[in-house]
T-cell receptor, first 110, second 115 residues
Framework: EDQVTQSPEALRLQEGESSSLNCSYT??????LFWYRQDPGKGPEFLFT???AGEEKEKERLKATLTKKESFLHITAPKPEDSATYLC???????????FGKGTSLLVTP | DAGVIQSPRHEVTEMGQEVTLRCKPI?????LFWYRQTMMRGLELLIY????????DSGMPEDRFSAKMPNASFSTLKIQPSEPRDSAVYFC?????????????FGEGSRLTVL
């Protein structure tokens, strides 16, 4: 059975303090790994898809990387508006849907 | 383009009542998913439709839950009778016509509270 574990559960950073969020996964054949951002009271918003180990994607202060067992979401010089819950999800070759982790709640203070 | 549209945004009901949640996917998307989100369990898949046909409903908790997709632009999730443990945020998501892969686009969710 596919498993997605995110750590830490919660992270508090000062503005400008870079850090990384971790997503460990087990899946029987990875079709894709997805990162989403979720703001309070909103639906998850798509950020990135990674398909193979070694792949990297960037968007503003965010950079996602992928290995055979885990993915990292690096946040460089975060701002308060980066505060949100970040969700990781995997899709197996044998499946249709995305299997989500429980997320990391990020708070960036001024 | 409008995104995935869900209604109602909030629903408060009493135990035993019927609840119907509605979803309009993005036009042209051929896959539709219903997820449920709670603090304890995170996002859980309830059911998946492809071209309006239910493909996988193994995540539906029990017979009290049912979902339909009568056409490509509308789906419903019904709970009858509702119970307090059904309280959660229910999300609908759709995906474009592309080999069953690719990102899902989520609606804003329907927050259900069963008293």
């Amino acid at each position: 059975e596919d498993q997605v574990t995110q750590s830490p559960e919660a992270l508090r950073l000062q503005e400008g303090e870079s850090s990384s969020l971790n997503c460990s996964y087990t899946v029987s054949g990875l079709r894709g790994l997805f990162w989403y951002r979720q703001d309070p009271g909103k639906g998850p918003e798509f950020l990135f898809t990674l398909y193979s180990a070694g792949e990297e994607k960037e968007k503003e202060r965010l950079k996602a990387t992928l290995t055979k067992k885990e993915s990292f979401l690096h946040i460089t010089a975060p701002k308060p508006e980066d505060s949100a819950t970040y969700l990781c999800a995997v899709q197996a070759y044998s499946g249709y849907a995305l299997n989500f982790g429980k997320g990391t709640s990020l708070l960036v203070t001024p | 383009d409008a995104g995935v549209i869900q209604s109602p945004r909030h629903e408060v009901t009493e135990m035993g009542q019927e609840v119907t949640l509605r979803c309009k996917p993005i036009s042209g998307h051929n896959s539709l998913f219903w997820y449920r989100q709670t603090m304890m369990r995170g996002l859980e898949l309830l059911i998946y439709f492809n071209n309006n046909v239910p493909i996988d409903d193994s995540g539906m908790p029990e017979d009290r839950f049912s979902a339909k997709m009568p056409n490509a632009s509308f789906s419903t999730l019904k709970i009858q009778p509702s119970e307090p443990r059904d309280s959660a945020v229910y999300f609908c998501a759709s995906r474009a016509r592309a080999l069953n892969t690719g990102e899902l686009f989520f609606g804003e969710g329907s927050r259900l509270t069963v008293l």
